[in-house]
């Protein structure tokens, strides 16, 4: 991802994709953390643009976010606000800190706008990366008047070491660690990269990991007096039927939306290209008509009113505009922002914007 507007990207990408993906992203973290709140992120900050919209009792500045994976130790909050995002969701974070998988876990297709990661949650655990959230000044960076803070999003799982059976202990150590932080909480049970966390979609499974968690929530509300949102996110590698029952145990457990989807397993779109069968989760472009048809899915499953946030495949406003149209409410985007830099943020706003003005 550059530190450029995307009118300079195309300079400046090549330079960029010259380095291993990894290497890349995490040089391209470091400079974020270093320049957010200095004069320097005016490399590629840009004015918001407003357009808001309610949601799950939150009103999202835009309909524009960041989606969890590319922040995940939550480092740099401000520098993301500065681009423009109405909503930016930090994370997967874990209760343990642990390593991920074996490197090399990251690898781009460039032929089709995509990258294929098996990270596996690396991150410093749930200390640090609320440590890191507590340091993010974005709340108090906002000129005031009628403008509105820009969201945060806690995403939270599994660590690798813990048996599937005992998931659930780790997500309510992360429910209790990040309810105070949160606009809202996201609940992942859809990465490919850490062992048997797609089971936590299946019917039992999934049944009872959000009594768990709706039990938990109500506790912490009520001690708090403060009802945060929760999210659930989903893969896009689920036949109708599965998004049925996983619609209805959304409702179920009183879970506030759900977020479709994240990176996919099939290959189909990028055979016989250079790391088409490297393990993981393929995002990008290959991923948009998958992630748009379980929207479309959901939204006949859960009917008008229930919470829907896009992800997948988002290179274009047109893409942007595309998820909408399946049935979700916001976007967010991930690979779209390496491809095609900062400015990206501010023209898909833009799109989203215009689109519901003319209509």
């Known amino acids: ?27 391209t973290l470091e400079g974020l953390a270093r320049t957010q709140n200095t004069p320097l992120a005016c490399a590629y900050a840009a004015p918001r643009v407003d357009d808001p919209v309610t949601l799950a009792g939150l009103e999202f500045p835009n309909r524009v976010g960041l989606a969890a994976g590319l922040d995940k130790n939550a480092r740099c909050i401000d520098a993301f606000a500065a681009m423009g995002f109405g909503f930016v969701e930090v994370g997967t974070v874990t209760p343990r800190a642990q390593p991920g998988n074996p490197k090399p876990r990251m690898f781009r297709l460039p032929q089709r706008d995509a990258l ?3 990270l596996g949650f690396n991150n410093e655990g749930l200390d640090a990366f609320l440590a890191n959230v507590q340091k993010a000044r974005f709340r108090r960076n906002e000129s005031g008047g009628s403008k509105k803070p820009m969201l945060l999003g806690l995403n939270i799982g599994k660590n690798a070491a813990t048996p599937i059976e005992r998931a659930v202990d780790d997500y309510l150590a992360c429910l209790d660690g990040v309810y105070p932080h949160a606009d809202y909480v996201t609940i992942n049970i859809s990465s490919p990269n850490t ?3 797609r089971t936590l979609q299946s019917d039992e499974a999934l ?8 039990e938990r929530r109500h506790a912490l509300a009520e001690r708090s007096r403060r009802r945060v949102p929760l999210f659930v996110k989903i893969a896009p590698d689920l036949d109708e039927s599965q998004v049925a029952v996983i619609a209805a145990t959304l409702q179920r457990h009183g879970m506030d939306g759900v977020i479709a989807t994240n990176t996919t397993l099939a290959r ?6 250079p ?15 998958a992630s748009n048809r379980v929207i479309s899915q959901l ?3 859960l009917g008008p009113g229930f919470p829907i946030i896009g992800v997948g495949g988002i290179l274009s406003a047109a893409d942007a505009k595309a998820k909408i149209a399946a049935g979700a409410d916001v976007v967010q ?24 003005s003319a209509a």
């Open 1 to 27: 991802m550059p530190l450029l507007p995307s009118s300079l990207y195309g300079l400046a990408r090549p330079f960029l994709f010259g380095f291993d993906p990894e290497h890349a992203h995490e040089l």
């Open 333 to 356: 985007i991930y690979t779209g922002l390496i491809y095609r830099g900062p400015g990206f943020v501010r023209e898909a706003a833009q799109a989203l914007l215009q689109s519901r």
């Open 299 to 301: 939204r006949a499953a």
């Open 275 to 289: 790391h088409a069968d490297e393990a993981g989760g393929l995002s990008g472009a290959p991923v948009r008509e």
């Open 207 to 214: 049944d009872a990991l959000l009594g768990a968690i709706a």
């Open 116 to 118: 294929i990661n098996r």
């Open 268 to 273: 189909d779109a990028v055979a016989g290209l």
């Open 195 to 197: 062992a048997n966390l």
